[in-house]
């Protein structure tokens, strides 16, 4: 659809905004004059210029690039600053509410501290000897298979949708979700790395609560295949130490068993 297209109706964009805090709140209708090029962000900045300026939202860099803006938008998660207000129909209302999985702190900002103090719990990367040369070699295709996972923005809108964080608070002290099975699986395949994280994933990350829905991957901005390349080779590992029989004999046998 054209800019043009969506600048008639008068030009204006019609926006329903979530305002409020963790003890109650309501969405807000505002009408804004509508420029050509405008992201939602920028009509979140200007309802604040023009009508609340006590709008409290959360950006920084504005190119997709920081993850800051998240919120949820027509009830789909997105990045604000990366959907376009051509995108949708002349004269209709768009809905903006702050990501429903973690905690208001007020408007359209939330606290996603919980995803910092998981990553806390990653075993850090530690990688093997420097050659003799003190030189340290890692094959190309190595190097490309965990390129994939350094993308990640930390927009949390996979942690967000994942419903084994969204649907079950109690679930929470004992699961990573997705962006941290990325990170894991980030330094797991990492061709340097010689720490065992496979423990960790078992009991600490809960990686056994995923079920593999994908619905992380469908909103992850950055395009990476959270399901197929990290949480399903995590999950292959993991399986094959603890539950293949002959691998857990073979294990018993060197001592690396459970």
Sequence with gaps: MSEAAVAGNGGEAKMRVWRGDAGGGEFRDYTVPLQEGMVVLDVIHSIQAMHAGDLAVRWNCKAGKCGSCSAEVNGKPRLMCMTRMNTFEPGETITVAPIQTFPLIRDLVTDVSYNYEKAKTVPPFKPKPKEADGTRRMYQ??????????????????????????????????????????????????????????????????????????????????????????????????????????????????????
């Excluded at 419903?163 to 395949?189: T, W, Y």
């Design 141 to 258: 295709e190595d190097i490309d298979r965990v390129q994939e996972f350094h993308k990640c923005i930390e927009c949390f809108l996979c942690q967000n949708v994942c419903h084994v964080i969204r649907d079950h608070d109690d679930n929470k002290p004992s699961f990573a979700g997705p962006r941290l099975f990325v990170r894991v699986a980030s330094l797991e395949m990492h061709p340097l790395d010689t720490d065992d994280r496979l423990e960790f994933l078992r009991k600490e990350a809960g990686l056994g609560f995923c079920n593999i829905t994908k619905c992380c991957t469908e909103v992850c901005p950055e395009h990476i295949k959270i399901t197929d390349n990290s949480i399903i080779p995590l999950k292959e590992r993991v399986v094959t130490r603890f539950y293949d029989p002959i691998a857990r004999l073979l294990g018993a046998l060197s001592g690396k068993g459970s």
